[in-house]
Nanobody, 116 residues
Framework: QVQLVESGGGLVQAGGSLRLSCAVL??????????MVWYRQAPGKQREFVAH???????RYADFAKGRFTISRDAAKHTIDLQMDSLKPDDTAVYYC????????WGQGTQVTVSP
């Protein structure tokens, strides 16, 4: 049973930075074979794609994340990080990690709140 544990969220002023981390527990060798994705869900909105990182390190970002967010993965630690800079109030959401399809059970997410 794979468990996703997100952390690193918090309250920050606009223009500030946060680094989120996702621990993928219990995946064994599977972690090294799957693209990993950060998603977010703002209040009253659907969950949306933020960024992904492939097993080879190729990355892709949503337009709103380009130039501000950086996704990375650590194959040894089975973690996915999301460095978020120049944060805006619109970035306020709960952030989750998962695969791009055939989702594992969702973690609790980590709350990011950006004040004006």
């Amino acid at each position: 049973q794979v468990q996703l544990v997100e952390s690193g969220g918090g309250l920050v002023q606009a223009g500030g930075s946060l680094r989120l981390s996702c621990a993928v527990l219990g995946s064994g060798k599977v972690f090294g074979t799957v693209t990993m994705v950060w998603y977010r869900q703002a209040p009253g909105k659907q969950r949306e794609f933020v960024a992904h990182v492939s097993t080879s390190g190729t990355t892709r970002y949503a337009d709103f994340a380009k130039g501000r967010f950086t996704i990375s993965r650590d194959a040894a630690k089975h973690t996915i990080d999301l460095q978020m800079d120049s944060l805006k109030p619109d970035d306020t959401a709960v952030y989750y990690c998962n695969r791009p399809n055939a989702f594992w059970d969702w973690g609790q997410g980590t709350q990011v709140t950006v004040s004006p």
